[in-house]
Nanobody, 123 residues
Framework: VQLQASGGGLVQAGDSLRISCRAF????????LGWFRQAPAKEREPVAT????????AYTDSVVGRFTISRDTANNMLYLQMNNLKPEDTAVYSC?????????????????WGQGTQVTVSS
């Protein structure tokens, strides 16, 4: 499977933005798909994950209550709705697959990394 993220842009603090990730190829029901981000000079960090079949979600603490991960299994699409954006959310956001469906927010669980999309939040 190949993943491609899109929808990033430049927004102001407090704004909302929805980014998307298209999966090209078959997505297994047992997989988890996740969103990750990497800011300049920082390590990649997990943002959210969702079970492809059950829709069960998990979020990193800093985005709880602001971000919502969802998926459209019929069209192989993954989304991240981001509300009340903050300057510290500025990063390149990427999507990836956890083939074992662990549901954990661990970067090392994920593979098939897609090309990211830049999200920039101005203060």
């Amino acid at each position: 499977v190949q993943l491609q993220a899109s929808g990033g842009g430049l927004v102001q603090a407090g704004d909302s933005l929805r980014i998307s990730c298209r999966a090209f190829g078959q997505v297994s029901r047992g997989w988890n798909l996740g969103w990750f981000r990497q800011a300049p000079a920082k390590e990649r960090e997990p943002v959210a994950t969702i079970s492809w079949s059950r829709g069960t979600t998990a979020y990193t603490d800093s985005v709880v209550g602001r971000f919502t991960i969802s998926r459209d299994t019929a069209n192989n699409m993954l989304y991240l709705q981001m509300n009340n954006l903050k300057p510290e959310d500025t990063a390149v956001y990427s999507c990836a697959v956890d083939p074992r469906g662990s549901g954990r927010l661990e970067v090392t669980d994920y593979s098939y990394w897609g090309q990211g999309t830049q999200v920039t939040v101005s203060s």
